[in-house]
């Protein structure tokens, strides 16, 4: 599986639903299981996790940086 393209495409998924990304903060393993469709241990989708908190972050400070730029 090729990680970085997952966490991407799972991403860009959870960033589009509101409904998903709430899930997602509530359960993020079951969440992510969910959307792959296989039942897999938690330790196995934690990289996946943990990269798919990383990738919202920087989505949203990245949005935020834009507001910024906009008021100057």
Do not use: C, Y
Not at 43 to 69: F, S, Y
Request: no cysteine; charged share 35%; proline share 6%.
């Amino acid at each position: 599986m090729d990680i970085k393209g997952k966490i991407e495409e799972l991403a860009q998924k959870i960033q589009k639903d509101p409904t998903l990304l709430q899930n997602f903060q509530k359960d993020p393993i079951k969440t992510v299981e969910k959307l792959l469709g296989v039942d897999l241990p938690d330790d196995e989708l934690q990289p996946l996790v943990t990269g798919i908190k990383a990738k919202l972050a920087a989505t949203d400070i990245g949005d935020k940086l834009e507001g910024l730029k906009k008021l100057f």
